[in-house]
DNA sequence: GTTAAAGTTGATATTTTTTATCCACATTAA
DNA sequence: TTAATGTGGATAAAAAATATCAACTTTAAC
């Protein structure tokens, strides 16, 4: 029932990308310096954010990693989503999965409101306001 | 962050007793067989469940499992609780543990609130509405 | 009293997931 | 041309979750 480190990291990546002029880029060892994070774990942090389209990468001397959209339009559960594929506090609440007893498991309304109150509050920020707010 | 299988087992085993008249006894052993879970591993589950004052065991012949209080009295997150622990969607939102990064970082009480909203869900129905509901 | 059914407890093994490391490669700006 | 950087895949190490085993205690039933 808990964020992973994994995506810890990648939020601590997101917020220094965010505190930098928008479209500037910093490279993965800068981050992984700054945030005290194992160097090549970030970078496949990094990839998984780039596959999910929040940031974007430019190789070679004074490459690195930038926001690929405003920090208003990001937002902590994109981050996880990047990370750790949707967000699904149970396997049958999971996306494409469909469970044979849901019919008639009285417990799954129930997660299924839970996770969407979740979803809502970790929606309910941007990227933005928390770099404000820091 | 996802509930854990043995939280899945509580929440099944739990289901179980609350359909019993109240005060009825069901051993493990047969709570396993109906609900097709490892019975030794099932017996730590009904202890832990046990020790977080959900349900009251009786040793010896004819002995078995119930609800230690009425199922109107119990929620899904009381479940998760006396399995998992306090739900802690994060470290540092754990009781008892004080990050010293708290004061200054932004996201934390986005966490706080987000797992806020998630309990309060898991708490808003009983035991008891479940079974209603099966 | 004996016995068999049950929970208690702790050790250990297996499996799965998460985290970390390593390295060969592709790209690109200087 | 070269050095800095991301890409991608393999592998290892660590941690957590799940499962199994076995000796023990309690207790109702006979
Ligand atoms: S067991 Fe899959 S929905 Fe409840
Ligand atoms: S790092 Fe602990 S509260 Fe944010």
Redesign the pocket.
């Known amino acids: 029932m808990q964020l992973?480190?994994?995506?810890e990291?990648a939020i601590r990546t997101m917020l220094e990308l965010a505190a930098l002029p928008y479209g500037e880029?910093?490279?993965?060892?800068v981050i992984s310096q700054r945030q005290d994070?194992?160097?090549?774990?970030l970078?496949?942090t990094?990839?998984l954010l780039?596959l999910g389209g929040l940031v974007s990468?430019?190789?070679?001397?004074?490459?690195?990693?930038r926001l690929a959209k405003a920090a208003e339009q990001i937002t902590l559960a994109h981050i996880v989503a990047a990370i750790?594929g949707p967000i699904a506090i149970n396997p049958c609440l999971a996306p494409g999965y469909f469970c044979p007893n849901q019919v008639t498991c009285p417990v799954s309304p129930i997660l299924a409101r839970a996770q969407a109150a979740l979803l809502a509050e970790l929606n309910k920020q941007t990227l933005a306001d928390l770099v404000k707010q820091a």
Do not use: M, N
């Not at 994070?37 to 774990?41: L, R």
């Not at 990468?57 to 990693?65: A, L, S």
């Open positions: 992973t480190r994994q995506s990291y880029l910093l490279s993965s060892k994070i194992p160097e090549d774990f970078k496949k990094v990839h780039s990468t430019q190789r070679g001397t004074q490459g690195g990693v750790e």
